[in-house]
């Protein structure tokens, strides 16, 4: 079994799709070990996307995360970050296909509805942060 951190951004809870996500990430056989609703700070905002510090768009991003709550997740289940990612899709909405969660529900790439650890190293930092 492989656990990974999942989070519903803002613009996913606005749109009421936590519980359609939710539904998906279940009904692909997944387990969601712990799971909350809450709104985040700064601080923990800008230390998830610290990888992002000093690119232009990071403000854009983190300010964007601060919109309101999201739904952070851990998901359980066997290669649970390769098939997550597949699922969520690529976060440009244009290139994302249709079927996966950003192909379907995302509008731009700057509201991209849910975001998911991409390695092992990623999970575990995201996973302590958030949890």
Known sequence: MENTFIMIKPDGVKRGLAGELISRIEKKGFKIVQAKLFQPDRTLVEEHYKEHKDKPFFDKLVNYILEGPVMAMEVE???????????????????????????????????????????IESTNRELDLWF
Do not use: Q, W
């Open 77 to 119: 289940g066997e290669a649970a970050i390769e098939i997550m990612r597949k699922m969520i899709g690529d976060k440009d909405p244009k290139l994302a296909k249709p079927g996966t969660i950003r192909g379907d529900f995302a509008n731009t790439m700057n509201k991209n509805v849910i975001h998911g650890s991409d390695s």
